[in-house]
């Protein structure tokens, strides 16, 4: 049953903020109009700073509460976190090696999944929607997790975490569209493939926050798959992304500050 948050309910909420983490990948996506690439220091950067804000936000916002709401319930603490972070890792997994997708300046035969026909482009665009799952996810669900009235969740700790992850959806837009553009593509085009690919978050969100309002007792294995889901996108390819040219420093300290201001934001208004 899905309960009210002041005058809306968690799906409206979800909706308003993933359209939020949306319109940030739109923005980022709209750079296509001013210029048709930018120096790689800022893509490993704005990368890196994503990655951090990722890690960041699956411990503050998704971990601790999923533990703290363990306490309450009587479980052995660790058990529903570390089972749901086990079951994201895993989905996000599969899904790496089902969907085909390209990884930004890697050549066409590195696609991963499934082995495809697919333009080079179209494999760009799917790269970066992959990692957009977790993210509308785990807004999804911390609605989820307000709605149902956890001491260890609060309405600021889902705004912080729609506004950390919407932060981070500036440089993904940009990292769609830039590339599109640079191969030849209209600016429109550049612009609509970019914002598209952001747009998965309010479907991945509404998804989040229907399963968690059917049942709250799996609201602790809920956020903790939500964290592992992002936690392997970040393993699994931002961090080696950022990290593949020559700018590592740079690239860590932008993970360092992007962690930094993710925590910030959900101890301060969490």
């Not at 709209?30 to 048709?36: A, D, E, G, L």
């Not at 893509?43 to 804000?53: K, P, Q």
Request: glycine share 12%.
């Amino acid at each position: 049953m899905v309960e009210s948050i002041g005058n809306l309910n968690p799906i409206t909420l979800t909706i308003i903020a993933t359209l939020f983490t949306w319109l940030m990948t739109a923005i980022g996506a709209s750079t296509v109009f001013i210029t048709k690439e930018v120096g790689r220091k800022i893509i490993d950067s704005s990368l890196g700073f994503a990655a951090g804000v990722m890690i960041a936000a699956s411990f503050w916002s998704l971990l601790t509460p999923a533990i703290e709401m363990s306490v309450q319930w009587g479980f052995l603490t660790w058990i529903p976190a570390a089972t749901g972070f086990l079951l994201g890792s895993v989905f996000l997994g599969g899904i790496d090696k089902i969907i085909p997708h390209l990884h930004r300046g890697c050549s066409i035969e590195e696609a991963e999944g499934i082995k495809t026909t697919w333009h080079r482009n179209r494999l760009l665009i799917l790269a970066v929607t992959l990692h957009n799952i977790p993210e509308g996810l785990a807004v999804g669900i911390a609605f989820g997790a307000v709605a149902a009235g956890f001491e260890s969740t609060s309405l600021f700790t889902a705004v912080s975490l729609a506004i950390g992850i919407g932060i981070q959806n500036l440089p993904e837009g940009m990292a769609v569209s830039l590339p599109l553009r640079s191969e030849g593509i209209s600016r429109f085009k550049s612009f609509w493939y970019g914002q598209l690919s952001g747009f998965v978050e309010v479907i991945a969100g509404i998804i989040g926050v229907l399963i968690v309002s059917f049942s709250y007792s799996i609201l602790p294995y809920a956020l903790g798959f939500a964290a592992g889901a992002m936690i392997f996108v970040v393993v699994e390819d931002v961090i080696p992304e950022c990290q593949s040219g020559k700018n590592t420093d740079l690239a860590t300290l932008a993970i360092i500050g992007g962690f930094l201001i993710m925590m910030i934001l959900d101890v301060t208004f969490g």
